[in-house]
């Protein structure tokens, strides 16, 4: 069965560095989102990327953040300057159709942890 | 603004019970509503969705959920509990005019006693 892939599973990093998460949608998806799951706090959405753009983001999702789409099968979300309260799970998900109500298929998350 | 509210963080029930995990959601737009479910260690896999057509929703693992406009609820509900049915669980709103993105409740957690 497709599946959506997140690499690292963990990730331990130094306040102040720059992270990279990696995700592999499912193949024929198009709509990609990255959510995150602090430590004992509900899952948060940050961002849905369409078309190759970004389609909403929260307030969450500030200057610190982007996603890319750099080879047409990878999506990326990239932290520039890591803060403590970034530690977080970070999930991946991605979905069929625009506009149709089809779930969103979610991976297993990459554990970011600040130190 | 969609948000989604489940009562009890926690809900500890016996082998063989009755499951019943709550969800209240608030909406300004006809709803879509999911489940998922996040065992230990793992990623959010869908229980079930309800998306306007029959009100009564079943999914996996033998979960349904009814959905009640008037109380503005998407029950979980499961007859007979089993000890695999220990994960938490969470319950979602989707916004399809914001890209169906996702708006989470703060979770459930259900444990299952022998």
């Known amino acids: 069965e497709p599946e959506v892939t997140q690499t690292p599973s963990h990730q331990v990093t130094q306040m102040g560095q720059e992270v990279i998460l990696r995700c592999v949608p499912i193949s024929n998806h198009l709509y990609f989102y990255w959510y995150r799951q602090i430590l004992g706090q509900k899952v948060e959405f940050l961002v849905s990327?369409?078309?190759?753009?970004?389609?909403?983001k929260s307030e969450i999702f500030d200057d610190q953040f982007s996603v890319e789409r750099p080879d047409g099968s990878n999506f990326t979300l990239k932290i520039r300057s890591t803060k403590l309260e970034d530690s977080a799970m970070y999930f991946c998900a991605s979905r069929e159709l625009k506009g149709a109500v089809t779930e969103a298929f979610f991976g297993q998350g990459t554990r970011l942890t600040v130190v | 603004a969609q948000s989604v509210t489940q009562l009890g963080s926690h809900v500890s029930v016996s082998e063989g019970a009755l499951v019943l995990l709550r969800c209240n959601y608030s909406s300004s737009v006809p709803p879509y509503l999911f489940w998922y479910v996040q065992y230990p260690n793992q990623g959010l896999q869908l229980l079930l969705k309800?998306?306007?057509?029959?009100?009564l929703v079943k999914g996996i693992n033998g979960f349904e959920a009814e959905f009640k406009k008037s109380e503005t609820s998407f029950h979980l509900t499961k007859p007979s509990a089993h000890m695999s049915d220990a994960a938490e669980y969470f319950c979602?709103?989707?916004?399809?005019?914001?890209?169906?993105?996702?708006?989470f409740g703060g979770g459930t957690r259900l444990m299952v006693k022998p």
């Open positions: 309800y998306t306007s057509a029959a009100t």
């Open positions: 979602a709103v989707s916004d399809p005019n914001a890209g169906n993105m996702l708006t």
């Open positions: 990327f369409y078309n190759n753009e970004i389609s909403e």
